[in-house]
């Protein structure tokens, strides 16, 4: 029987990207999954949105509802705290994931090594360089589905490369607990936001660990509500 694994994602009001999300992961995934779905309140307003919550409700997925807006790492840490498994991956709310793209990042995984997915871009916004700039639809109401498996399909790129972006990203639980968990200087959205993933991988590199990509992990990310 496979691993089962806890897939970790933050959300606050992109429930169109949410649902999307969700169903890929039911559709596309190789291993059983536990979803943790840590939502926030709406910075500005303080209010949760009620259509994040029907859409957990509609996939019978538990929504874990903070009382103050953690931000994206806090929200992974939260989510890392209340998960059951030894696997972790910290996702978005706004990512497609592609089929086998769990076992395709398992496969690469060893201790002390974090594992980042392959983002596929519209290019909205710069696509870092271990990601790839491919249009399918910057909404998940135009999303070109069909044609991103289609290509992915079709794509032979595999192994493992030393570099990457941060979203999906594996890690063992016990190698999470050992780096201490996300760090969340700053306020997500404002002008004292901290790249607290890029903080943290630079940590765990400076301790031994290593960090790089699964080249044939892939998601699709809108970048719209990025």
Same mark, same amino acid.
């Given at each position: 029987?496979?691993?089962? @694994?806890?897939?970790? @994602?933050?959300?606050?009001?992109?429930? %169109?990207?949410?649902?999307?999300?969700?169903?890929?992961?039911?559709?596309?995934?190789?291993?059983?999954? %536990?979803?943790?779905?840590?939502?926030?309140?709406?910075?500005?307003?303080?209010?949760? +949105?009620?259509?994040?919550?029907?859409?957990?409700?509609?996939?019978?997925?538990?929504? *874990?509802?903070?009382?103050?807006?953690?931000?994206?790492?806090?929200? *992974?840490?939260?989510?890392? %705290?209340?998960?059951?498994?030894?696997?972790?991956?910290?996702?978005?709310?706004?990512?497609?994931?592609?089929?086998? *793209?769990?076992? +395709?990042?398992?496969?690469?995984?060893?201790?002390?090594?974090? @594992?980042?997915?392959?983002?596929?871009?519209?290019?909205?916004?710069?696509?870092?360089?271990?990601?790839?700039?491919?249009?399918?639809?910057?909404?998940?109401? %135009?999303?070109?589905?069909?044609?991103?498996?289609? *290509?992915?399909?079709?794509?032979?790129?595999? $192994?493992?490369?030393?570099?990457?972006?941060? @979203?999906?990203?594996?890690?063992?639980?016990?190698? &999470?607990?050992?780096?201490?968990? &996300?760090?969340?200087? $700053?306020?997500?959205?404002?002008?004292?936001?901290?790249? +607290?993933? &890029?903080?943290?991988?630079?940590?765990?590199?400076?301790?031994?660990?290593?960090?790089?990509?699964?080249?044939?992990?892939?998601?699709?990310?809108?970048?719209?509500?990025?």
């Amino acid at each position: 029987m496979k691993d089962k @694994i806890s897939v970790i @994602i933050p959300t606050v009001n992109a429930f %169109e990207e949410l649902d999307l999300a969700i169903k890929s992961i039911k559709k596309n995934s190789d291993h059983p999954m %536990e979803f943790v779905i840590v939502v926030d309140p709406d910075m500005n307003t303080g209010k949760v +949105n009620e259509d994040i919550l029907k859409v957990c409700k509609s996939h019978n997925v538990k929504a *874990w509802v903070n009382k103050s807006n953690l931000g994206p790492y806090g929200n *992974w840490n939260r989510g890392a %705290e209340v998960s059951t498994t030894d696997w972790l991956i910290f996702a978005t709310d706004d990512q497609y994931f592609a089929p086998h *793209w769990d076992s +395709n990042l398992l496969k690469y995984w060893k201790p002390k090594r974090l @594992i980042a997915g392959r983002l596929v871009e519209p290019g909205i916004i710069p696509v870092y360089k271990t990601n790839i700039q491919a249009d399918f639809g910057v909404l998940p109401s %135009e999303f070109k589905e069909q044609e991103f498996i289609a *290509w992915c399909d079709k794509r032979r790129a595999q $192994g493992y490369t030393p570099d990457g972006f941060f @979203i999906p990203m594996l890690q063992k639980r016990q190698d &999470y607990d050992a780096l201490g968990h &996300y760090p969340t200087s $700053g306020k997500f959205g404002t002008s004292t936001a901290v790249s +607290n993933d &890029y903080l943290y991988v630079q940590a765990a590199l400076s301790k031994g660990y290593e960090f790089g990509t699964a080249e044939d992990s892939y998601s699709y990310h809108f970048q719209a509500s990025s």
